[in-house]
């Protein structure tokens, strides 16, 4: 068993729709994060959390310790949020990340 | 800041021969993470650094996979001799100590064995 699960692990969504992303892992960890991948290119960090919630324009994270799970939640979806986001783990003040498969959202007009 | 800086983007050779990626960490950043991407694994580990020093290796596949920091700015990965199955996508990423501070990541190497 992966030590960091996503799902689903394809999406696909109508423009304007509410979307979420969910990540468990079964690790400690001292903190999660939410990258965002667009076909062909780079990694781009969206949100470093570990605990709470976090905004940032149209995204939202939360993380629930206890649970071990957290979701990331795309509010009015666009075509160019249409990416792979990438849940990921990281332990110890090292931070050596630890990876989801990634979840494949397509975002139609 | 320029980001982290990979080179080259891309990168075609033919088994056998040598390969060499090359990366510049932000200014400041005492980590560096060199990662491997491809359809089948996802993001993995291959090595990283703190402060010029390899801390884990335990990731590199084998010992064709060799990397070296000779100093703050400046990185390199290189794979001797190259095989079809190394084609993927190399990242790397850097980081400040302290678990307050987030990974940026280079725009990769893309890298091509035939």
């Known amino acids: 068993k992966n030590e960091v699960e996503q799902s689903p692990q394809n999406l696909t969504a109508q423009e304007g729709e509410f979307i979420t992303i969910n990540c468990s892992y079964s690790?400690?960890?001292?903190?999660l994060h939410w990258l965002q991948q667009h076909p062909g290119g780079g990694i781009v960090s969206l949100f470093m959390l570990s605990s709470g919630k976090k905004k940032h324009g149209r995204l939202i994270a939360t993380i629930n310790i206890q649970e071990k799970h957290s979701s990331l939640h795309i509010t009015a979806s666009h075509p160019r949020d249409s990416a792979v986001y990438i849940c990921a783990v990281s332990r110890g003040s090292q931070g050596n990340l630890i990876f989801g498969k990634g979840t494949k959202l397509s975002v139609k007009p | 800041d320029a980001g982290v800086i990979q080179s080259p983007r891309h990168e075609v050779t033919e088994m056998g021969q040598e390969v060499t990626l090359r990366c510049k960490p932000i200014s400041g950043h005492d980590y560096l993470f060199w990662y491997r991407q491809t359809m089948m694994r996802g993001l993995e580990l291959l090595i990283y650094f703190n402060n010029n020093v390899p801390i884990d290796d335990s990731g590199m596949p084998e010992d064709r996979f060799s990397a070296k920091m000779p100093n703050a700015s400046f990185s390199t990965l290189k794979i001797q001799p190259s095989e079809p199955r190394d084609s993927a996508v190399y990242f790397c990423?850097?980081?400040?100590?302290?678990?307050?501070?987030?990974?940026?990541f280079g725009s990769g190497t893309r890298l091509t064995v035939v």
């Open positions: 990423a850097s980081r400040r100590s302290g678990t307050a501070y987030g990974y940026t």
């Open positions: 690790v400690g960890i001292s903190a």
